[in-house]
């Protein structure tokens, strides 16, 4: 279980970690909690689509190719801030800031110099000393103190910390969802070390009746997250509620070592995962395409597209392979799963060029490409053959690799 929890949270931090996607705040009202380049992205974004509707006026473009051109920059920029934003709004957010040019690099100097200050210098001093002696002084009175504390006292203890910064977020303006997050991510921790403290009553659970869900978990944090996801409607705490809800249907990732294992927890799970992705994207998708506003999607429609798609395609590699059924092989089955897997693909990079549904369109893309690599590697082939079969491989990646760089938008983290 903890195994499991600690997956989900690394699954998080990584997400975190992933430059190709930003989140803001929902109703942003400025671009300060995203980096500069992101910025700067949004500013070309805004200077693109200016020019379009330039060279529409010009007709230089018709409408029908000015339209599709402004959803795909519309789309990059929902991508960038998390949610959905038009014309007037870009130009709003991106008046007060600049494109970086190389001759701007002095007043960036400068302004460094101007922190090298005599004052600075002392309050700087100051601090180190002001850490050095709260050290000090926790490690003479307040650590003695601390280890008198049982080890339920400290469980106690870090669930009310995670509940305090939960629900305290929500009484400070404009950076409430960011006081609430690490709450939310400490429940993790919490969970797991009411495990830890608790291993022997859970482990004859197990033992005795096999029923402890474990899942119940994952779960619980699902319920959590999506009720501060809403009440702050924060894009960042859906998607990671859209985590949890996958974790709970089965969906792991675990990581060791030089080693990262994606997929599913047990083999019976993979079509329950599978129909409730498959359900939350038709949902979105279908919202998509007709432009109905549905009650919080806007909140959850990331975490919903990115994780939900994810764990679909994953899952479609795994039934759609041929030792998926080892050892009951059916023939029948095999091909309808075959069925299956090729349909989703067409049917993700239609509606993703069609209707600009970008990340779904290259994740859509870059799943079916893989689900082609798979099909090579379950040819008959022979103990003689498998040198032929590596050089037949190598071949096709480094084509796919030249296509992938001409075409992508229709593969996933390719620049």
């Known amino acids: 279980m903890m195994r499991r929890l600690i997956s989900l949270f690394l699954v998080v931090i990584f997400w975190l970690s992933t430059p190709s996607v930003s989140f803001a705040q929902n109703n942003i009202n400025n671009l300060d909690n995203l980096p500069l380049e992101k910025v700067q992205e949004l500013i070309s974004i805004r200077h693109s689509i200016t020019t379009i509707d330039e060279l529409e006026k010009r007709g230089v473009l018709s409408e029908t190719q000015a339209t599709t051109e402004t959803k795909y920059y519309l789309e990059k920029s929902q991508i960038i801030v998390g949610e959905k934003l038009n014309l007037e709004q870009i130009i709003r957010l991106t008046n007060n800031y600049e494109i970086v040019t190389p001759g701007s690099q002095t007043n960036i100097i400068q302004k460094i110099a101007g922190f090298v200050t005599f004052t600075n210098i002392i309050l700087t001093a100051a601090a180190i000393l002001l850490v050095l002696a709260l050290a000090s002084l926790a490690s003479l009175y307040l650590i003695p103190i601390l280890t008198l504390i049982p080890d339920w006292g400290y469980e106690i203890i870090i669930y009310l910390v995670c509940l305090a910064a939960i629900v305290g977020g929500n009484f400070v303006t404009g950076i409430g969802e960011f006081i609430a997050f690490p709450g939310c991510l400490g429940l993790i921790g919490a969970i797991s070390f009411s495990h830890y403290l608790h291993r022997k009553f859970f482990q004859k659970l197990v ?14 944090l699902f ?17 990671i509620t859209i985590i949890a809800l996958e ?11 030089l080693r990262y294992m994606i997929g599913f927890a047990e083999k019976d799970v993979i079509p329950r995962a599978m129909s409730a992705s498959l359900i939350l994207l038709t949902i979105y998708v279908s919202a998509e395409v007709t432009n109905v506003e549905l009650p919080y999607m806007g909140i959850f429609s990331t975490g919903v597209l990115f994780v939900g798609s994810f764990v679909y395609f994953v899952g479609t590699l795994i039934v759609s392979s041929k030792w998926y059924e080892y050892g009951n092989f059916n023939i029948n089955r095999y091909l309808w799963l075959q069925f299956l897997t090729i349909v989703s ?6 509606i993703g060029s069609v209707w600009q549904v970008l990340l779904l369109q290259r994740i859509g893309g870059t799943f079916f490409f893989l689900y082609l690599i798979e099909k090579y590697f379950e040819l008959p082939w022979q103990q003689k053959s498998w040198s032929w079969a590596t050089l037949g491989l190598a071949v096709i990646l480094y084509l796919s690799a030249l296509v992938a760089k001409q075409y992508p938008e229709y593969f996933f983290l390719v620049n």
């Open 247 to 257: 974790t709970c249907l089965g969906f792991s990732v675990i990581i060791t070592p």
């Open 207 to 220: 033992d005795d009746k096999n029923s402890y869900p474990y899942y119940l978990d994952s779960f619980i």
């Open 345 to 350: 693909g067409i049917i993700a990079l239609y």
């Open 223 to 239: 319920i959590i997250w999506a009720i501060a996801a809403i009440v702050y409607k924060s894009s960042l705490l859906g998607f």
